[in-house]
C-alpha cells in the first residue's frame, strides 16, 4: 500500500555509465597484474642469467669483456695504426682498396701495378708496422664510444684490405717469410675484435679473416712455401675456427637490445618515441620478446654447424608468425638466419684454406697434388673437411696445373666450383678456393 509519504526512493539505480565504468576499473586491475606478472617473469629470468655470468646491463657487460688483469692491451697501438692509414687515390691502380683487378691466378703483377702497390705499401709503412706490431700482443680490447657508433670498425677493414695487399705483394716477389706474416697479423687484426660487442663486430670480425683467407689463396699461386710454414699456416687458421664463437656475439648483442629497449638514448639514439617503449606492459613485453628470441638463437649458434642455420631460420619464422603486440621485437630482432649464413660461409672458407694447405705439403712430399682428400688423412688432415652447407666432404678437382676446392654454400646447390667473379648476374655459384700452379 502507498503511504503517501512523497519520498524519494534511496535504493540504488543502475545507469549504463556504471557497466563502462567497472569494464574500466576491471581492465585496469587485469592490466596491472598482468604488468606484475612480467615484471617479476623479468626479474627472474635477468637474475638467473646474472647467475649464470651473462651480462644483462652496460655495467655488468664492461666487466664480461675485459681483459684478465695483467696482460697487455693492443688496442692503443692498433688505433696509432688506424691513424698511420693512408687510402690510395681514387684512380690508383691498386686492387683491394682501389679499382683495379689483380691478373688471373698465377700470372705475375703487371709492372705498372707492381709499382703502385709498392707506393701504396710504401705510403702505409708505419701503418704495417704497428699493425705488426699490434699482432705482438695476444689480447685486445678497444675503448670505444658506443653512443657515438663504431668509427674504428670502418679502419678495421681498411687495414685488413692493406694486409691482404701486402701479402700479394710479397708472395708475387717470392718473399713467402712477409707473406707468413703478413698473413698472421690479418689474423690477429681480425681477432683484435674478440672482445668487441654487438654482431656488427663479429661480422666485420668474419669479413676480415675472410679477406686474410682470400689473401692466402693469392699467395699460394704465387709463390711457394716451406712445409713449416705451410704448418704454421695451418696451426694459425686452425685457431681462428676454434675461436670463433657465434653465440658469445649474440650474448653480448642481447645485453645491447635489453639496454637500448630500456633506453634508447644510451646508444646513440635521440630519445624520440621511447616513450612507447615506457608505456605499460610495452616495455615488458619487449624485454621478455628479446630474452626469448636471442635465447632461442644463442642455443641455435652452439649447435654443430650443420644444424645451425636451419635452427636460425626456424626461428626467424616462429617471430614473423608472432601479433602485432610483439613488434617491438620484429623492428629490434636482427635477421639471425643470414648472420649465420655468413658466419657458416668462413667456417667453409676456413677449411678450403686448411685442406689447400694439406695440399700443398703433400706436394711438397710427394711432387704431385692428390687424387682425392683422403689420400691426406691422416699425415695432413685429421679427416676430410665436411661442407657445413650440405654436411657432405667439401668439393675438390684436380685441375691442369693445379686444383680447386669448394663449398657449396647457402643454396646447398652444387655448381660444379663456378666461382663468383665468373658467374654471370643472378646465377648461382659456390665458394671456392683455386690453385692454378
Known amino acids: ?98 679499382k683495379a683487378k689483380l691478373p688471373e691466378r698465377g700470372e705475375p703483377l703487371p709492372e705498372p701495378m707492381a709499382r703502385a702497390i709498392a707506393d701504396c705499401l710504401a705510403a702505409n709503412e708505419q701503418c704495417l708496422a704497428l699493425l705488426h706490431e699490434a699482432a705482438g700482443f695476444e689480447q685486445c680490447r678497444y675503448n670505444w664510444d658506443y653512443m657515438t657508433g663504431l668509427p674504428e670498425l670502418k679502419s678495421v677493414r681498411h687495414c685488413a684490405h692493406l694486409l691482404k695487399l701486402s701479402i700479394v705483394s710479397h708472395a708475387d716477389e717470392g718473399d713467402s717469410e712477409a707473406a707468413v706474416r703478413d698473413i698472421h697479423d690479418g689474423l ?71 639496454e637500448y629497449t630500456r633506453d634508447p638514448s644510451q646508444i646513440g639514439g635521440s630519445g624520440r618515441g621511447g616513450f612507447v617503449f615506457r608505456l605499460p606492459g610495452i616495455q615488458g613485453r619487449g624485454l621478455i620478446d628479446i630474452l626469448n628470441y636471442m635465447g632461442d638463437c644463442i642455443e641455435a649458434a652452439r649447435l654443430p654447424v650443420t644444424e645451425r642455420v636451419a635452427r636460425l631460420r626456424e626461428i626467424e619464422q616462429e617471430l614473423n608468425e608472432l601479433s602485432v603486440l610483439h613488434l617491438m621485437i620484429k623492428v629490434l630482432a636482427p635477421a639471425m638466419g643470414r648472420i649465420g649464413e655468413i658466419d657458416l660461409r668462413l667456417h667453409a672458407h676456413l677449411d678450403l684454406a686448411k685442406a689447400a694447405l694439406a695440399i700443398e705439403r703433400y ?54 666450383g663456378l666461382e663468383k667473379s665468373k658467374a654471370g648476374r643472378g646465377q648461382p655459384y659456390d665458394l671456392c678456393f683455386i690453385v692454378t700452379r
Open 1 to 98: 500500500m502507498n503511504d503517501g509519504s512523497g519520498r524519494p526512493s534511496t535504493g540504488f539505480t543502475f545507469k549504463w555509465w556504471h557497466l563502462i565504468l567497472a569494464a574500466l576499473v576491471v581492465l585496469a586491475a587485469s592490466i596491472g597484474i598482468h604488468v606484475a606478472l612480467r615484471h617479476n617473469e623479468l626479474k627472474r629470468r635477468l637474475e638467473a642469467l646474472r647467475a649464470e655470468g651473462y651480462p644483462t646491463n652496460f655495467v655488468e657487460l664492461a666487466e664480461y669483456t675485459q681483459l684478465p688483469a695483467g696482460v697487455q692491451n693492443a688496442a692503443s697501438v692498433y688505433v696509432d695504426a688506424f691513424a698511420f692509414y693512408v687510402p690510395p687515390a681514387d684512380d690508383a691502380n691498386v686492387p683491394f682498396m682501389g
Open 188 to 258: 690477429q687484426l681480425a681477432k683484435s675484435l674478440r672482445r668487441e660487442p654487438m654482431l656488427v663486430s663479429y661480422l666485420v670480425r668474419v669479413a676480415c679473416n675472410a679477406l686474410t683467407v682470400s689473401g692466402l689463396e693469392q699467395a699460394l699461386n704465387r709463390t711457394t712455401f716451406t712445409d713449416e710454414q705451410l704448418k704454421e699456416l695451418d696451426d694459425a687458421f686452425a685457431a681462428v675456427a676454434g675461436d670463433l664463437d657465434l653465440a658469445e656475439a649474440m650474448i653480448m648483442e642481447r645485453c645491447f637490445n635489453l
Open 363 to 416: 706436394r711438397l712430399a710427394t711432387g704431385s697434388v692428390p687424387n682425392e682428400l683422403a689420400e691426406l688423412v691422416p699425415a695432413y688432415l685429421d679427416e676430410v673437411p665436411i661442407d657445413p652447407f650440405d654436411a657432405r666432404p667439401i668439393r675438390y678437382k684436380r685441375t691442369e696445373p693445379g686444383y680447386l676446392l669448394y663449398s657449396v654454400m647457402e643454396d646447398g646447390e652444387d655448381n660444379a
